[in-house]
């Protein structure tokens, strides 16, 4: 088995990104995310890594060189944070639309304004709909094995889409942890080196990214939207062949202690754990209280959460972005739409907490969690609310 | 009249069939990412068919200057033979850039249908 070493997330992050042997990585530091992309340009520079480290002038010209380089079958990594994957943005419906499988790190990172460095959910929510394939990470480990899976799922001939592996900036990326990294001949079990389907070759000229004219638009999304929700399939068996290999196990919807449990929790990301200790705080109270985690975000596991919602009376969804005049949370929008309609569907309240890095701890998940109880009971209450606001 | 009445009609028709089998498809026959995997394929796109004005040259007009061959920006003037020029039903989107060109106004643009 590979040893064990602490190491810095963000450095485990990188050495991911060389296990596989990734071709090219282009990027833009911005923090958090800026040692994931120095220890790349080490990794490249002291020649452990055979790849073409190109330092752009901007992250819309970092996923810009990403697609053109995934274009000519090169195996393609970056990473990036709020301002920075929001520079991005209109580049990023056109990697999924050109089929190429980059693969990057998004370090969760608050928007501004008021400026802030720190961690929430609100630069991933606002890229939701990008057509990529969105997983969490909770630990330094996670984050490690979600990269390799990611190339193992984009470069699937089945799939052929990006993927972003979501990790909180600070609480997960500056952090060190004891990791088990495998090393570039382990990784070569489970990574097979990519057969692109489509490549730009002089000898054999196509071409990608043309104007999709009113009469093949359409037809150009649902290609997208097929490829996207068939690609679950493929994530699924990625994991079970990354616990064959490896003997970590991943699901779309990961559950704790929710045999039982009346009232579950919903969260993402590394806040996750705080949830599990808070959880089994509760436990020790006699509060039948569970807790669900979105491992897969895109495509949404909808048959794997209804699955695991059933029987469960009252749902407290957090959010770690908040969706401005909107019903709730992007998150808990998309939960309580996911159960609308369905046989016994639980009482379901939104919470938004931990944004810009404020911390969320047990004490504020089991206020949330007796809230729902609460509204659950009463028949009605806000439809979702802000926690820890000060009000003086 | 260059176009006669009868091919003008076998065009027309011509451009519904084509439009049909050549670039109207459905999304599983897409390539991968929508790519084009075959050179020139922009002419399967029959954009004629949204035309709603098309060219008519007279003939009586015409001196065979080629102004119409040379800023036609979809290049849909062909030179004849006989010094004059035809056009292609199939992409001419009905700009009227010609007849502003032609310096001897031998074009007039003509309501589809008419």
Known sequence: MPKRVGIEVSLAASEAACAVDSDVIAAYPITPQTHIVEHLSELVADGKLDAEFIPVESEHSAMSVCIGSSAVGART???????????????????????????????????SGPISIWNDHSDIMAERDVGWIQTFAENGQEVFDLII????????????????????????????????MLNAREVRRYIKPYKPQMVLDPKHPVTMGAVGVPEVYTEAKQQIESVLRASKKVVVSAWKEFARLYG?????????RTKGAEVVLMTMGSVSETAMTAVDKMRDKEIAVGLMRFRLWRPFPLEEF????KGVKVLAVLDRAISYGAQGGPVFMEVRSALYGQAGQPN??????GLGGRDITTDMFEEMVKKAIRYAKKGKGPTYELIGVREK | MLCS??????????????????????????????????????????????????PVTDRDKCIKCGMCWIYCPDMVYLPLRSGYFKWDENYCKGCGICANECPEDAISMVMEGD
């Open chain 2, 5 to 54: 009445k009868r091919i003008s009609k076998l065009n027309r028709e011509g451009v519904k069939r084509l439009a049909k089998v050549d670039a109207i498809t459905g999304w599983r026959n897409l390539e991968i990412g929508c790519a084009i995997i075959e050179p020139g394929s922009s002419r399967k796109l029959r954009t004629g068919d949204w035309r709603s004005q098309r």
């Open chain 1, 306 to 309: 209804r699955r695991a919602v």
């Open chain 1, 77 to 111: 990594f970056t990473a990036s944070s709020a301002q920075g994957l929001a520079l991005m943005h209109e580049i990023l419906f056109i990697a999924p639309a050109l089929r190429t499988p980059i693969v990057m790190a998004v370090v969760n990172r608050a928007m």
């Open chain 1, 248 to 256: 970590r196990t991943y699901r779309p919807i990961e559950t704790y």
């Open chain 1, 149 to 180: 899976h990611a190339f193992r799922v984009a470069e699937d001939p089945k799939v052929l889409l990006p993927v972003m592996v979501n990790l909180d900036g600070f609480t997960l990326s500056h952090v060190i942890e004891p990791i088990e």
């Open chain 1, 348 to 353: 379901i309240s939104g919470f938004v907490a």
